[in-house]
């Protein structure tokens, strides 16, 4: 991996397929809307955006108040629908949360507690009294946190105040996988061959393995959102992720209950949407696919999917409406099937709850966000957020920035205005994905639909290094650079029209310039005449014009006719830019002839041997810790374990040696680059 990770997460849908009514088939992109019937009998349901105009009487008596019991793009999304429909709001916030977007958009905010989840946004009881104190009818608890917690549900119930979602015997049923998976075999749904019992302990587990058969997924019983999960292909394998997996689920759920099923490689993840009311009626909505993803975590997600027939979705879409059914579900729902080659398909799970995609590729980056611009005024955009320029994001909570929308009457044209959204989205303060995203959407295997569970691992099995330049490309950016750096030369000699210095100047001034980019010079003179510049790189000429004003997060410039989307993130006196041109930030030196000539005599920082040192690459908590001085350890040991938004990651001795000193214990918060350990 080539730097940290926060998701900016895409959801790509398409133009619609199959026969269903058209209200109904714009639910896929998870557009999500509130609408109750009236109180009094004790009824409610979550329905699609696309669906509340359906059937649905305007002086239908809604809520008067509702409190969320959630955070960010979740929470800014209810709360937006409820302005709309007249009816009040509550946010609930933490400490670290206080000045959060969702918390000024409420009518009212109470605070639940401090920083960490497990005392704020699960604490029950500081949740309970603020519905008490506030007077809300109901509770809309998003996803995530308490949103499939079926004491929450009960505690709700016997104070009579609705829960926005599914009943209690439903959240039961389907937010444990292991009676999940009974009731699936029950209503005669596909499921996945394995021990549908709670494993017991590591040695218990090995031996489970070993009668399903290598390669084996030990998955946490109450889990979600890739949590609690890991892939397991021999007994040490087993073993450690029944440890991992065991804590994290902990963590996460306060349940470390774990099953283990046979792993199906390679599968597409394909999700079916359903809609249940309390008179036992169900629908299934069509698909979204979810396949590529990282660490069980979605990144993309797509609807409809370029792989299933119409057979295929209707069948699946049966099973997912037998499920449903089969709980007496009445609310919105996801049922997950995994898809294998042959288009055989088995039961993963049931969300009782909104499903939308949240986390990172990679290793969460925290920080404050300087610059925050989203590409909402595009068409055939949609941006869900709950940030502003000046949010923080923290350790405490997932990492997720918004999630991307785009739509379109094809595919080509929803992939077209995915990549073009992406270009347009500032991000400045923490380490992002967008890089990611667009390499995704413009894969040649993503284009033709060819992708699987493991698309990212196999198209980066050496890690995700941003995009790689064709010829045209590496030249059109040195082009870029080079007029950048002369527009603000040339900028540098004015001061309110007048020259700050006395300079000798003509309308086409020409530059002798040495730019580097990954450690190769390149000879680049340039020529400038207004605001178009006259460029040779390596021989070649070229036109770029832009209007060069640099106080502008985003610079639209046309070389040769091509429109570029460029941001130059930083600039430094000695020529040093970082510029994110195509979504990846390229560091791009343009010196002039004489700094070019004394660049040679600069001395060389020498790099640290991170052989010996063992740095944090991430924030987070330390979980535990292995060694200590005066130990032996080998190469690849276990040193000690970082959890970083509930997910846990062994840190590893990069060689042989000697512990010299310890710089950390059980429960130390540290930061991306802190010192952990250090060998002799």
Known sequence: MAGLWVGAVALVTAGRRGKRPPQLMRSAAALWTLKTIPRYSRSHLLVARGLSSVGCDPNEKTFDKILIANRGEIACRVIKTCKKMGIKTVAIHSDADASSVHVKMADEAVCVGPAPSSKSYLNMDAIMEAIRRTRSQAVHPGYGFLSENKEFAKRLASENVIFIGPDTHAIQAM????????????????????????????????????????????????????????????????????????????????????????????????????????????????ERECSVQRRNQKVVEEAPSTFLDPETRRAMGEQAVALAKAVKYSSAGTVEFLVDSQKNFYFLEMNTRLQDPYKSFGLPSIGRLSQYQEPSHLPGVRVDSGIQPGSEISIYYDPMISKLITYGSDRTEALQRMEDALDHYVIRGVTHNIALLREVIINSRFVKGDINTKFLSDVYPDGFKGHTLTENERKQLLAIASSLFVASQLRAQQFQGHSRVPVVRSDMAKWELTVRLHEEDHAVTASSRGSTFSVEVDGSKLNVSSTWNLALPLLSVNVDGTERTVQCLSREAGGSMNIQFLGTVYKVHVLTKLAAELSKFMLEK??????????????????????????????????????????????TAGKTGKVKSVQCKAGDTVGEGDLLVELE
């Not at 902990?250 to 390679?266: H, M, T, V, W």
């Open 175 to 286: 937010g444990d996988k292991i009676e999940s998976k009974l009731l699936a075999k029950k209503a005669k749904v596909n499921t996945i061959p394995g021990f549908d019992g709670v494993v017991k302990d590591a040695d218990e587990a090995v031996r489970i393995a070993r009668e399903i058969g290598y390669p084996v997924m030990i998955k946490a019983s109450a889990g979600g959102g890739g949590k609690g999960m890991r892939i397991a292909w021999d007994d040490e394998e087993t073993r450690e992720g029944f440890r991992f997996s065991s804590q994290e689920a902990a963590s996460s759920f306060g349940d470390d209950r774990l099953l283990i099923e046979k792993f199906i490689n390679n599968p597409r993840h394909i999700e079916i949407q359903v809609l249940g009311d309390k008179h036992g009626n169900a629908l299934w909505l069509n």
């Open 606 to 651: 020498v790099a640290e041997d991170t052989s010996s040192v063992l740095r944090s690459p991430m924030p987070g908590v330390v979980v535990a810790v292995s060694v200590a001085p005066g130990d032996m350890v080998s190469e690849g040991q276990e040193i000690c374990v970082i959890e970083a938004m509930k997910m846990q990651n062994s840190m």
